[in-house]
């Protein structure tokens, strides 16, 4: 039978983790497929997550895709379909489809070093490239990540965090001071240029709010990073994933299908529309 | 293949294909015309434009994609879902006017490509498309030879019917063309060679015909390239209502959403449909933050202007607009998109 | 019907002086004949004002826009708009200011009456026309439509070009205005709401398949929403999402947020689409017929609406759109309002 | 019409009245029809219009909404509001071909179980003969 791009495979949620609670908790979820589908994927590309009788919502993959066990989604919990996603549980099911988008260029950046720079839920695309930069970590040069949220409980992935220091320079922020905070107090982007990345050599992939994006871009430029060793990921609503439906596109672009990863040199080539 | 039909035997034909399902044009009790599935009645081909083109057969407003249901045995919760896919007859749909055909081919890339839509295609590769040349402009708003069309064009058809008095000329350009004059072959004759010049010439009066034209479209094109920041939008845009009519009539608009219907929510029991959207409509775009990257009215009338005449023409070289006229005629506030392109054109000049 | 001229040196005093920030008025369309919504900021291109019976819209409509834009802006101006009115139009002005949508200052109001006449319905004379194409309406000195076609003028009696609603006007004069061209002429009305009694006098069955048949050729394109002054809300129930959604607004609000209606068009949603807005607009709608003029595919819109505006005058003594100090209609009550549906 | 045909209504009763006569219907053991689904709501003020149409279109065959009489509104007006905007709703309905009997609105006080069961009494018999409610109703 011929495939059909509009039906999910079942999955199965087989671990939850709080990663923030409150007013914007985020969750992670492990899922596998039910019917033992496979689902090849490159870093940075998205699926699409469906609780039935919700709707449907676009998710960028945050495992790596050498770990074949599982698919990992973090997600912020911000409307109806990822509200029904928060109140679900081991076990039960949701449909995935997908994969969809362009995915980072990884093949291209052997040899470089890359340093990563995320905000809040940005850090749920950049989690997959960290991880396969980490599993193929002969093939690049220097790692470190620069990484803020808004207060130290809106920080995700904790505990991972704290494993990566063994492994990389992590630089963490937040934006308010608190009692107890011993790293950098301020906006990510004010991070990076307090921290300084040298662009000899080197790509930053930056992931998180688009204001964040913004400055964080402007700070690069003047750190001299050329457009070319900037990437980052664009958002927009969507609701097929595969360029068809209309909504999402930038420009003549649609992000689902030929982003969501962009160089800068790419997208300040694009209309503003995101 | 090319052949004559007469006009009287037009009927008889209609009725020969009783193996397809057959839309036609058919004016109801208020003088509206639309598409309607033939039921034995009169049918004839004197048709001025239609409210709503043919795109509804091969891309219905509203499409099941699949059923989702929970069951209860014993205190086991299972969750079933199933696939829906649209049983389709063979189908004709006669008197489709060539523009209408052109944009079917036109949706035949979006539809097609990387990621093949099993819906679309489902009907798409079940329908015969039987154009009918527009000796007459079905409205005062046709402008297809301005963007690459022609009352006559060819482009998605299987059969263009040509109207030359009392008969009509009939090319076959497909195989599925073909197999409807195969359905009713004594009611066609082979044409002499001066009805060959007359339908040449008959295409080329028509040509003549359409009253509105929009001026270097391609050259437009590449100039609305340099305009996505251009005042015209927000000046274009003021008397604009927001509404979906100019995109919902489109021949060749096809923008989507795709959301779950409950029929039941315990237990949960429902459907994934597909129905028509539009840029038009501002949730369209709105991102569940609030946060929209097409705010106004400004930035939709340019999304809907540079969709059918940039990016459709970046990606697949072609026009993403036919020419019918219809969003011209129907909009009520009277929006014109020749004008607001006439005025791209002389943008800076 | 007016001239005006006398309209048309104000508007170019206004914006000379710079006491509206843009006037909204009627040009003429691009299809020639119909006149088309036309907004003015400059002194020189007042003259492109037209005032002819073809004025149908209802301009009021942007003036819930000239709201929005104004919330979006970070230092809006806050000058009025002038606008141009027709009698039916103004008492849309008398709803919104009813409703505090907008205030007196927000807006300068340019009146013109209808006299006698009123405006013409496309569709009838498209069907008058029968293929031929109309170049300009005018009303001559007898208050008969002139229509000039290609091959010539064709003279018809007013009856039988008015659209439906001017035939059962209460209002051929603007109520609220800043200035007013034209006449105020009091013109008799018999029966005003007499289009409703072919409907109403079906039986209960018959106006069921009447309105199912109706309204099953409803796509959805929300244009008769979108052309109304009175569908203001932010939050509408048709809408996949709220529209009001702020940065603040919580993942729970958004969530729980109730799918009242499918987005499928089909006979049950798009009856109940209908019904809700026939409700929500009863007592504010002041008939301009827009809804109905907008419809592509030509549903009867106006009968809904027209229908409760009658129940109202009947059931309650309630008329909409000339008092802007009276409570709307359901916000309201008196003692003595009919109960004896209630057991 | 089948024999066995049971409609089903949706009622909106007021906290304050309507809900406790139905309760007091209840606990004095009064026998009423089971076709109720009773939806206890703060004031027959609150009931807007979509509810109505809502309950409609999600297979109700009757909707009846009951407050408190004229002059006992805890809210003091909300009664008022509700005679007032119900009777269009009503009149719309009817107007769309809805049989008029569908729809009900009545004055039942805490005290008047035995009126309570009386009105859906007779609301199932009037709506028996009709069978079921299509024309608003979405997969009928």
């Known amino acids: 039978m011929e495939l059909n791009v509009y039906t999910p495979q079942l999955a199965k949620i087989v671990q939850t983790k709080d990663e923030v609670v409150g007013a914007r908790a985020i969750k992670t979820f492990r899922t596998e497929f039910a019917n033992g589908a496979r689902f090849d994927y490159r870093c940075g590309q998205c699926a699409m997550l469906s609780v039935f009788g919700k709707g449907e919502a676009m998710i960028s993959i945050s495992s790596s895709p050498l770990i074949k066990d599982y698919l990992q989604f973090s997600i912020l919990r911000t409307g109806r379909v990822t509200a029904a996603l928060h109140d679900m549980e081991v076990g039960d099911l949701i449909g995935v489809r997908g994969p969809y988008g362009n995915g980072f260029p990884m093949d291209a950046w052997q040899g470089k070093n890359l340093v990563f720079i995320g905000g809040g839920i940005g850090l749920a695309p950049l989690w997959s490239v960290v991880q396969t930069a980490l599993l193929r970590k002969s093939e690049f040069g220097a790692l470190s990540l620069i990484y803020g949220a808004r207060t130290s409980?809106?920080?995700?992935?904790?505990?991972?965090?704290?494993?990566?220091?063994?492994?990389?320079?992590?630089?963490?922020?937040?934006?308010?001071?608190?009692?107890?905070?011993?790293?950098?107090?301020?906006?990510?982007?004010?991070?990076?240029?307090?921290?300084?990345?040298?662009?000899?050599?080197?790509?930053?992939?930056?992931?998180?709010?688009?204001?964040?994006?913004?400055?964080?871009?402007?700070?690069?430029?003047?750190?001299?990073?050329?457009?070319?060793?900037?990437?980052?990921?664009?958002?927009?609503?969507?609701?097929?994933?595969?360029?068809?439906?209309?909504?999402?596109?930038?420009?003549?672009?649609?992000?689902?299908?030929?982003?969501?990863v962009y160089s800068w040199a790419d997208l300040k080539k694009l209309p503003q529309e995101y | 293949m090319e052949k004559i039909l007469a006009k009287k035997s037009f009927p008889q034909w209609v009725k020969k294909l009783d193996s397809w399902r057959v839309y036609i044009p058919r004016k109801d009790e208020e003088g509206r015309w639309n598409y309607f599935e033939a039921d034995g009645g009169e049918v004839s081909l004197d048709v001025l434009q239609t409210t709503l083109p043919p795109k509804k057969i091969l891309f219905p407003q509203r499409e099941v994609f699949l059923e989702f249901a929970k069951t209860l045995a014993g205190n086991r919760e299972t969750l079933e879902i199933k696939e829906v896919l649209p049983e389709v007859k063979p189908t004709v749909i006669i008197g489709a006017r060539p523009c209408e055909a052109r944009a079917a081919w036109m949706l035949d890339e979006v539809f097609g490509g990387e990621f093949k839509d099993v819906y679309y295609w489902k009907r798409r590769d079940q329908t015969t498309l039987v154009g009918f040349a527009c000796t007459t402009p079905p409205s005062e708003n046709c402008f297809c030879t301005s963007v690459e069309g022609s009352p006559h064009s060819e482009e998605g058809l299987d059969l263009l019917l040509t109207d030359l008095g009392d008969r009509y000329y009939v090319q076959s350009m497909t195989a599925k063309g073909e197999k409807l004059i195969s359905a009713a072959k004594a009611l066609f004759e082979e044409p002499k060679p001066e009805a060959k010049k007359q339908v040449k010439a008959a295409h080329a009066e028509s040509e003549k015909k359409i009253r509105r034209q929009l001026k270097d479209a391609r050259p437009i094109a590449q100039k609305l390239k340099g305009m996505f920041d251009s005042p015209l939008w927000d000046e274009e845009s003021m008397s604009c209502l927001r509404c979906g009519i100019c995109t919902y009539l489109c021949p060749s608009c096809h923008c989507f959403d795709i959301g779950d219907e409950v029929e039941s929510p315990s237990p949960l029991k429902g459907q994934r449909v597909r129905t028509w959207d539009t840029c038009q409509f501002p949730d369209f775009t709105m991102h569940s933050s609030g946060h929209n990257p097409r705010p106004d009215k400004a930035s939709r009338l340019r999304q809907?202007?540079?969709?059918?005449?940039?990016?459709?023409?970046?990606?697949?070289?072609?026009?993403?607009?036919?020419g019918c006229g219809r969003c011209i005629t129907l909009c009520p506030v009277g929006i014109d998109i020749i004008k607001v392109l006439d005025k791209v054109r002389d943008h800076g000049a | 019907?007016?001239?005006?001229?006398?309209?048309?040196?104000?508007?170019?005093?206004?914006?000379?002086?710079?006491?509206?920030?843009?006037?909204?008025?009627?040009?003429?369309?691009?299809?020639?004949?119909?006149?088309?919504?036309?907004?003015?900021?400059?002194?020189?291109?007042?003259?492109?004002?037209?005032?002819?019976?073809?004025?149908?819209?209802?301009?009021?409509?942007?003036?819930?826009?000239?709201?929005?834009?104004?919330?979006?802006?970070?230092?809006?101006?806050?000058?009025?708009?002038?606008?141009?009115?027709?009698?039916?139009?103004?008492?849309?002005?008398?709803?919104?200011?009813?409703?505090?949508?907008?205030?007196?200052?927000?807006?300068?109001?340019?009146?013109?009456?209808?006299?006698?006449?009123?405006?013409?319905?496309?569709?009838?004379?498209?069907?008058?026309?029968?293929?031929?194409?109309?170049?300009?309406?005018?009303?001559?000195?007898?208050?008969?439509?002139?229509?000039t076609t290609e091959d010539g003028k064709i003279e018809m009696a007013a009856e039988e070009l008015l659209a439906e609603r001017c035939l059962e006007c209460k209002a051929n004069f603007p109520v609220i205005y800043d200035l007013l061209s034209g006449e105020k002429t009091k013109r008799p009305l018999d029966k005003p709401f007499g289009s409703l009694e072919k409907i109403e006098s079906l039986s209960a069955a018959d106006r069921s398949s009447f309105w199912k048949e109706q309204l099953d050729r409803c796509i959805r394109c929300y244009a008769c929403r979108s052309a109304c002054p009175m569908c203001y809300c932010d939050e509408c129930v048709v809408d996949s999402i709220n529209l009001a959604v702020t940065a603040d607004t919580t993942a729970d609000e958004k969530a729980q947020r109730i799918h009242w209606i499918q987005r499928s068009a089909e006979s049950s949603e798009n009856l109940v689409y209908h019904l809700v807005r026939a409700i929500h607009l009863a007592g504010r709608c002041i008939d301009c017929g827009e809804c109905e003029r907008a419809c592509p595919l030509d549903i009867p819109l106006r009968f809904l609406n027209k229908k409760l505006e009658k129940e109202a005058k009947e059931l309650f003594g309630y008329e909409v759109g000339f008092d802007p100090a009276l409570p709307a209609l359901i916000s309201c009550f008196r003692d003595e309002d009919p109960q004896d549906f209630i057991r | 019409m089948a024999e066995d045909y049971e409609p089903r209504i949706v009622a909106f009763l007021c906290k304050w009245c309507s809900s406790a006569g139905s309760d007091l219907a209840g606990v004095s053991r009064m026998e009423y029809p089971p076709n109720v689904v009773p939806i206890q709501v703060m004031c027959s003020g609150s009931v807007s219009p979509l509810y109505i149409f809502s309950a409609f279109n999600k297979g109700a065959d009757g909707v009846l909404v009951s407050g408190c009489h004229p002059g006992d509104c805890h809210y003091i007006k909300g009664n008022y509001y509700a005679r007032r905007r119900l009777n269009l709703v009503k009149k719309l309905l009817e107007y769309v071909g809805l049989e008029t009997q569908r729809f009900q609105m009545s004055w039942v006080s805490a005290a008047e179980g035995t009126k309570f069961t009386q009105i859906i009494k007779d609301f199932v018999k009037e709506l028996k003969p009709l069978g079921p409610q299509t024309k608003l109703r979405r997969n009928p």
């Open chain 1, 153 to 260: 409980k809106d920080i995700v992935f904790k505990d991972e965090l704290a494993d990566l220091k063994g492994q990389m320079p992590v630089h963490l922020s937040i934006d308010v001071a608190e009692p107890d905070w011993k790293e950098f107090v301020g906006f990510v982007p004010t991070n990076v240029l307090e921290k300084k990345p040298s662009p000899a050599n080197t790509i930053a992939i930056t992931c998180g709010p688009p204001i964040m994006i913004k400055f964080v871009i402007k700070n690069l430029k003047d750190l001299k990073f050329e457009d070319e060793q900037i990437y980052t990921t664009v958002e927009n609503k969507m609701k097929c994933g595969i360029g068809k439906c209309g909504r999402c596109n930038i420009g003549f672009h649609y992000v689902c299908k030929d982003g969501p």
């Open chain 2, 304 to 322: 809907r202007l540079l969709h059918k005449f940039q990016y459709f023409i970046q990606v697949y070289d072609k026009f993403m607009c036919v």
């Open chain 3, 1 to 147: 019907m007016a001239k005006i001229e006398d309209l048309k040196e104000e508007a170019k005093k206004l914006l000379r002086e710079g006491k509206v920030k843009y006037i909204i008025g009627y040009g003429a369309g691009s299809n020639g004949w119909l006149a088309a919504p036309l907004f003015i900021k400059k002194p020189e291109d007042v003259d492109k004002l037209v005032w002819d019976p073809t004025c149908v819209h209802n301009l009021v409509r942007f003036l819930v826009d000239e709201k929005r834009r104004k919330a979006r802006q970070k230092q809006p101006d806050k000058r009025p708009v002038g606008i141009m009115v027709k009698g039916c139009d103004s008492r849309a002005v008398v709803v919104l200011l009813q409703e505090k949508f907008i205030d007196r200052s927000d807006v300068y109001i340019l009146g013109v009456s209808c006299e006698k006449m009123g405006v013409v319905d496309d569709a009838k004379l498209a069907k008058k026309l029968a293929g031929k194409k109309a170049k300009r309406v005018e009303v001559d000195a007898q208050d008969r439509f002139v229509v």
